[in-house]
């Protein structure tokens, strides 16, 4: 029988207060928070004032992200954080400057809910018809697409992402939806909200490589894409996964031989779906089960067209213990054996593993006690050996005890080969069975697992824009670790997180003075524009009318001062001119780099944690110019790119730090005079996106466009 991921017994008694009293109501509060709507849409640029440090001028390129925006609450309809309506955002980032736009992708269901004004379309982790109505059909298993999962630019065009449909397809300079694709036949189902990028870039064949699984009562289909460069499918190969029932697979790993997918014992409850999915009471999604007595499928299946994949088959095989991944980390072969050419490498997947997983309702932001036990993400890497073949065990190895991880990402050029570092949102408790959100960035350092080096690189699509790199700066260097933990201890206060040394800088006032920080660490924040509110809680909203958005939803008009052909009637909204009320926020804090308590000697370690009222997102990492993307530098030779919700004040933060230490502090934070949606995954091109900065037609700052929340 599989081993559970976790076997040690909790004793509350053993574990010090200041730990235990790490998540509280008011954190749960503050993480709520970070799902609250964003109705707006914007487009703007970034006022210098409301830069802390400097942007790097040799960051040249679009970051985007995804994530749901308006959440139903109503009567009849309480809709899960994930079923929101998805909103991408961009940044276009060039000369140390930087232009944001926001929009929601218009589906069809969120065009139709927005003219009515409410919901009308089920979803997959709400019960229920969205109208209370008990006449809805369970059979129909059609359910809004909420396109809010991922976001992708590829072959010069942008994909909105979300798994069980197609994505939507926008235009990369406005975000302008321009509708769901098929991507010209190619899709017989729903591409997943997961890609692996692999291949090398400098030598023209980097694929990007997606999947899409069609599930049915009568089993499973997985078919796996290969795009070139330009955008057109190179490879397309079908699998059946004989012998699985309905399940849940969110995320999928490459090799240079293989796809690699990781099913969790999840059970399809049929006597769930009968007496409670029919009548409304749970979701589809509530009708999966976690089975800790069960064990991982690792299925390897051969990509078409490497060398030696006619003698290639799948293979099946199960893990030593039980888990649930939704995430992977990376995936690579091992090098060959030199005393048995003949016999095929074995295979590594990092991935995230949940010991529990469970789909009700919203559960990780209404309770402290979720984060007691229960579902904890944890490092894992599971090692399986094609050479055993079908039916063989995978090994298991907890990379971390003590750290609770999510959202994990790898170098672009280190994606499908073996990696030295991997980046992770993860708590701020330290400890073996509590837990807490995703307050914390750090960078895990293995030992052995790769060269530090990437020849042939690997960098994402687009020119490289070459600049010097941003040296020194009030955040260069940051403030010191503020006392390193070293050890296996598997006890970490969070007061000694949170200690540190001085904020990495000290923002700026009105008139650039610079402002000295208090006893708690707070200081002032840069002036942003003033805006109305709204019920919405972003703190710029302005209201909404009874019939839809303030502007036309046509993409050809959308209020985009990118496409404006002049400014002149554009309201004197020029963002320096118009200072709020200032803000106080706590400073961001430096981080610590340590050894941490693991299955695996010499795991280093580093992290930086933005406030103890603040929770990361996804981060993004990006080569810099002429380092790891060129084989000329270190793997972490990179930038990292993280949003921040600041539960304080309501708004959010773009953090820039540097990939090979973190706990220097950041060398920039842009923060941005609104919310943003708690937003799940994103990309990065190096191509500029933006508008031409001396263009005079396109304004600093355009009113924004205000849609209808669903209440």
Known sequence: MPQHVVQEQFHPADVPQAVAQAVTDQTISDCASAFADVLNEYAYWVDEAWVEGAIPTDLVGTYFRNGPAIHANTKHCHRHAFDGDGMVFSLAIRDGRAFFRNKFVKTAGFVSEQAAGEPLHRTTFAPGSPTG???????????????????????????????????YELCPRTLNTLGETSMGGLLKGPLAGHYRLVGDAAAGDQRWVTFGTDVKVTGITCRFYEHDASGACVSEVKHQLHGQGITFIHDMAVTDNYYVLLLGPVDFKWTTFLTKYMLGQASVAQCLEYNPDGAVKVML???PGRRGAESRVPIVQ???????????????????DPAHPERPPRVVVDTVGWNDVDFDINAFITAPEYYQGGCRPQFLRVTADPAAGDGAT?????????????????????????HAHAFFTADAVGHEHLWGPAQVLIKVSVPGAGSGQRGGGGAQQGERQQGGRQQGGPAAGGSGHGGGRTGSSSIVSIEGLRRGAAAPFLPTGPAGARSPSSSDSSSSRSTIPAASSSSSSDPSSSSTSSSGPSTSNDPSTSNDPSTSSTSTSTPA?????????????????????HSMGSDVPGVVVDEWAPGPRSFCGECMVVPKAGSASDGSGAEDDTWVLVGVHNAETGTADIAVLDGRTLSAGPVAVIHLPHHLPASFHGSFTHEYLGPDPNDASVPRWAPPTAYRAMQ
């Not at 971390?400 to 050029?413: W, Y």
């Not at 909204?573 to 780099?593: D, F, M, Y």
């Open 394 to 418: 995978a090994s298991t190895t907890r990379m971390l005890n003590n750290r609770t991880v999510e959202f994990p990402i790898v170098a672009p050029g280190a994606s499908g080969r073996p």
């Open 133 to 167: 109505s008990r006449l809805f059909n369970p059979l129909d298993l059609t359910f809004k697409n909420v396109s809010n999962t991922g976001v992708f630019h590829w072959g010069g065009r942008l994909y909105s992402l979300w798994e069980a449909g197609r994505p």
């Open 301 to 303: 299946f051969p990509r």
């Open 318 to 336: 199960h893990t030593d213990c039980a888990f649930f991944p939704f995430h992977h980390v990376n995936a690579y072969e091992e090098a060959a």
């Open 573 to 593: 909204l020029r963002l320096h001119e118009r200072p709020p009320p200032t803000h106080t926020v706590h400073s961001t804090v430096a981080g610590q780099r």
